[in-house]
């Protein structure tokens, strides 16, 4: 789905405009931000997206990590691997160009802060795949190396399992990044959605938030999404065309 020039001038303008209104911006993004980095998304109609082709049951949930603990950890040390090659893109660096916006992200890679954001204005709501913890939370964590991950092993602690310290279907968020994010969203003067299918919650349940204490929500994407009908207003296509315009 694309607009035509003069529609897209005229919609960069009106975002422009709304966001020079607004004193406090929050961005809340998903998936979409990294896929012009090569990072796969989960649900995309238009590419071969991960949950297209993988079961999240069996592997980013604490069921299919019990059943098959290797299998998961494979998966994710071959995702780590195409983290580890990949660079942050031209909607990553837009955002880090603009300290003062708050970064709400689901992405649980590091391109935010590799594009230069600071560590402590970003909120992992999803946890990070930088880290390994002990999966039985004896409170054990560990940074690896993406480009040469280290496979399925135990905790030195507690002997537990390690596995990577992202949040799975059934596991409840980081409350650090939720608190902090939640209150964020809540005394936003505007939301930037960039590149989610807002279908996974608690986290999508955040533009709603923002929209009942009287902010904005912007949202940009390739196609229509399931933030949508929150939107003030929608900028359809690649973030990575469209954040370096509306933010510059
Ligand atoms: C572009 C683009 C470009 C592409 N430019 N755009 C209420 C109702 C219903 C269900 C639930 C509910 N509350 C909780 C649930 C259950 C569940 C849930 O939400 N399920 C739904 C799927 C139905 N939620 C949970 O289980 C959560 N925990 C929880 O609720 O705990 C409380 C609790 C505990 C115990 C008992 C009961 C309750 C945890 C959710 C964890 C999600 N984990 C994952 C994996 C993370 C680790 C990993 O990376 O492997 O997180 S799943 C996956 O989805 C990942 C993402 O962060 C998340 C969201 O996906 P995202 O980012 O939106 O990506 P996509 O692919 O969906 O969308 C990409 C978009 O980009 C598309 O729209 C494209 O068009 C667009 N795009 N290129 C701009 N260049």
């Known amino acids: 789905m694309t607009q035509s020039l003069s529609n897209r001038q005229a919609a960069l303008e ?10 406090k911006i929050v961005c809340f993004s998903g998936a979409g931000l990294s896929a012009e980095s090569g990072i796969s998304t989960f649900r995309d109609t238009e590419t071969d997206a991960l949950w297209s082709r993988y079961d999240p049951t069996k592997l980013a949930s604490p069921e299919g990590f019990a059943e098959d603990p290797k299998l998961v950890i494979d998966w994710y040390d071959w995702r780590r691997q195409a983290i580890a090659n990949a660079e942050p893109n031209a909607a990553h660096i837009a955002l880090a160009g603009r300290p003062d916006i708050i970064q709400v992200t689901q992405n649980v890679d590091d391109l935010l802060e590799r594009a230069g954001c600071k560590a402590e204005s970003v909120f992992h709501l999803h946890g990070n795949i930088t880290h390994d913890r002990c ?4 409170g054990y964590q560990q940074k690896v190396d993406l480009g040469s991950p ?6 030195p602690m507690c002997n537990a399992p390690l596995r990577p310290a992202v949040v799975w ?34 986290a999508a349940g955040l533009i709603q938030l923002t929209k009942t204490y009287g902010g904005k929500v912007l949202v940009i994407n390739t196609q229509p999404s399931g ?16 954040l370096p315009q509306l933010l510059s």
């Open 14 to 23: 009106q975002a422009r405009g709304l966001l020079a209104q607004c004193e």
């Open 135 to 138: 999966h039985a939370r004896c």
């Open 150 to 155: 280290p496979g399925l092993r135990s905790c």
């Open 169 to 202: 279907f059934g596991e409840t968020l980081p409350q650090w990044a939720w608190q902090q994010s939640e209150q964020h969203c809540r005394t936003a003067d505007c939301l930037l959605v960039i590149g989610t299918s807002a279908s996974v919650y608690p």
């Open 227 to 242: 933030a949508s009908a929150l939107a003030d207003m929608e900028l359809i296509g690649p973030c990575g065309e469209w």
